[in-house]
C-alpha cells in the first residue's frame, strides 16, 4: 500500500507526457492564441513560448477552414519552409481546442523524390520500348535492347540467349565493355541449363544473383566454373517468353483459341568486376524489355506471315494483272473486230440504254441521217429522231424496255429525201446477276426494195387472177354442163377425166379467189364492218358451214358454248374459223373430233374507258398429225404449208391461213399455233371482247 502512495498522480503523468511529447501539442482558446504549449511546438515554430502565448496562431501559418486535419507551409526566417501535418480538436473542453503539429517535411520531400525516380524510370523504359518498337526488323530490335540495357545498368555484358528445341542454346546477340571477352555466337554447354531451369524459366522465374559464389545461391558447380571462365561475378537473367495462339479440333469442332507462353530465351546482364546487388528497379526493367521482346517476337512472325502471304498475294494479283491486261487486249480486239464488222454492214445497228441514250451506233447512222456516231453518243433517241416521231415510236420502246422483242415496220424520210420502208427490231438487254432490263439493241433494216418487189409481185398476181377468172367461170361451168350428160354420154374413162378437170378446175378457181381476197384485205380495200357478236354464234355458224365436209371425212365437230360477246367483223371471222376448220378436217384421221372454242384472256384483262381492251381467244384443236415447231410461224406466210404434198392431195392453195392472219390483224388481234403433246394442232386468234 506504501508502494501505491508513493505514484505519482495522473496530473502529474499527463504533464510529463505534454512536456517531453515529440508531437508539437497546443491549447488555444476560441481566437486560436495558445494558453499553452509544450516545447516541441516552440522548436517547430522556432519560436519562445512566450513569443507565442496570447498571439493568434495564424500569425505563423494560415488556418485551415473547418478542416480537423490538414496539410499547411510554414514559412522559416531563412527562407525555407515546412510541411505541417495540422490536427485539431475543437472543444476538448468548453471554449478550448487542442492542436496537434507534425513536421512532415522529409516524408513528403522522400515521396516526391520516389515518385521523380519513378517518373525517369517511366521516361527510360518508354525510351527503350519506343526504339525497340521503331523497327520492324527483329535483329534490330534486339540489338537495340541488349545496347540499351546495357547503358542503363551500366551492366559490363547483357546479352540475349535463345534457348533450342533441343535444349541447348547460344547467345545471339550480346553488348559488351572491351574490357571483357564477348560470348556472342558460344553455345552453351546443355549441364549449365538443365532441364529444370528451363521449366522455372517457362513458368516466369527471374533470377537476381548479387554474388555467384556466395554458398546461399546454391549454383551447381558446372555453372561456377562456367561463370569464372567468362569473368562473371553477379547476374540478372529475365526469360524471354512467346506468347503463341493455338487451337484445339474435336472432330468437326474446333474449340477457341486459346494462349500458351513458349520460352524463346533469355535477357541476361553480367556484372564481372565484382558482386553487384540488383535493385527492384533493375528487375523490374528487365522485366518489362523481356516482356516487349517477346511481343516484339510475336509481332515479327505476324510480320513474316504476312510477308509471305504479301508475296503469295502479290504473285497471284501479277499474274491476276498479266490475265486481266489480255483480256481486256482481246476485249479490245474483239471489240474494234465487231465495230468494223457492223460499219460494213447496211443496216443501222445501236445500243440504248434504259434512260433511252444511245451508246453505240455503227456509221450507217451517217450515211442513213447525216449523223457520225461520235454525234449520237449519249444523245436521247427523241433528241436524235425528232419529237414526232419519237411519239410515233415511243410505244415499241417500252416494250422493249419491259423485256420483250419487238418487231414494226416503218416508212421514213432519210438523208436522201426519199421515204423508205425500214424494218425495225428492238432486242431487250437483260443484266444475268439482277434480272432487270438495262437496255435494248436497235437493229434497222431498209426493206424498200422488197417491199417493192411485193408490189410488183401482188399487182402482177392480181392482175392475173381478174385475167384467170373470166375463162375459168366459163370453163368450171362448160365442165359442170358435160358432167350432166346433156351433151352426151362419155365411157367410165371419159366420165373420170372429166371429174379430174372439174375438181383441179374448181381448186384454180379457189386460188385465184382466194389470191384476190388476201390482195384486197392487204391493200385496205376491204372496210371491215365491225359489231358486237356473240362468240358461240360465229362457232355455231363456222362448225354448220363446215358440217358436209367433216361427214365426208368421218370427223366429229364439237362447239362449246359461251356467253362471250366479242367486236369484229361477222362475216370476215366466219371465214377465218371455216379455212381453220377446214384445215382440221382435212388433216384429221377418221372418227376423230375437231374442237371450237373461247375463253377470257384473264392474264391480259385490264379495265379501262374502252370497252373493248380485254381479249378472247378462240381455238380450234385437232388430232391430226401436228406442225413441226420449226414451221408453226412460217404457216401464216402465203404459200406456206407443212408439206406441199400432203396439201396438194387435200387441195389446199397455201392461202388460208395467210388470210386468216391477215383478218385477225386487221382487227387488232393475234393468230398463232401449238403442237399438242399427245398429238394434233391447236390454232389459236384473239378477238377485242366486248365488256357489257
Known sequence: MEEVNHLPSKQLLLQAVFENSLEAIAIVDGRDRPIEVNPAVCKLLGASKKQLLGNSIADWFDLPLNEEIAEVRLQQTDGTSKTIEYSR??????????????????????????????????????????????????????????????????????????????????AIKEAVLSDFAPILGVKFPEEVFPDEYRELYTKGRVKAIADVRDPKVDLAECLIDFMDEWMVKAKLVVPILQNLKSSETNGDCQAPKRSRDRLWGLLIAHHCQAPRSWTDFELELMEQLANQIGIALSQAELLENLEGLVAER??????????????????????????LIANGLPVLIAYVDRQQHYRFNNEAYQIWLGLSPDEIFDSHLQQVHGEAEYRQIQRYIEIALAGQTVNYERDVILLDGCVHALSITYIPHIDKNSAKVIGFFALTSDISDRKAIERMKDEFIAVVSHELRTPLTSIHSSLKILATGKLGNLSSKGQRMLQIADEQTERLVRLVNNVLDLQRIQSGKVKMNKKACKATSLMIEAAQTMQAMAQEHQVKLLVEPVQLLVWA????????????????????????????????????????????????????????????????????????????????????????????????????????????????????????????
Not at 387441195?651 to 386487221?666: D, F, N, P
Request: with cysteine; charged share 25%; net charge neutral.
Open 89 to 170: 480538436v475543437d472543444n476538448l473542453i468548453p471554449n478550448y481546442h487542442l492542436l496537434i503539429l507534425r513536421d512532415i517535411s522529409n516524408v513528403r520531400r522522400a515521396a516526391a523524390e520516389e515518385l521523380n525516380r519513378e517518373h525517369q524510370r517511366v521516361e527510360l523504359f518508354a525510351e527503350v520500348t519506343l526504339k525497340i518498337r521503331q523497327s520492324l526488323q527483329l535483329e534490330e530490335i534486339l540489338q537495340t535492347a541488349v545496347t540499351e540495357v546495357q547503358s542503363i545498368l551500366q551492366a559490363d555484358r547483357v546479352l540475349i540467349y535463345q534457348v533450342f528445341a533441343n535444349g541447348t542454346g547460344m
Open 314 to 339: 502479290t504473285t497471284k494479283l501479277r499474274e491476276e494483272i498479266g490475265e486481266r491486261i489480255k483480256a481486256e487486249a482481246a476485249a479490245r480486239r474483239s471489240e474494234e473486230q465487231l465495230r
Open 569 to 692: 367483223d361477222y362475216d370476215y371471222i366466219v371465214q377465218t374459223l371455216t379455212n381453220l376448220v377446214s384445215n382440221a378436217i382435212k388433216f384429221s384421221p377418221p372418227h376423230s373430233t375437231v374442237w371450237l372454242s373461247a375463253t377470257n384472256d384473264k392474264r391480259k384483262h385490264q379495265r379501262s374507258r374502252e370497252k373493248t381492251t380485254a381479249k378472247v381467244i378462240f381455238a380450234v384443236k385437232d388430232r391430226g398429225q401436228g406442225i413441226p415447231g420449226d414451221r408453226l410461224e412460217t404457216i401464216f406466210e402465203r404459200f406456206q404449208q407443212v408439206d406441199s404434198s400432203d396439201s396438194r392431195k387435200k387441195g389446199g392453195t397455201g392461202l388460208g391461213l395467210a388470210i386468216c392472219r391477215q383478218i385477225v390483224e386487221g382487227h387488232g388481234g393475234r393468230i398463232w399455233a401449238e403442237s399438242c403433246l399427245e398429238g394434233g394442232s391447236t390454232f389459236y386468234f384473239t378477238l377485242p371482247e366486248l365488256i357489257q
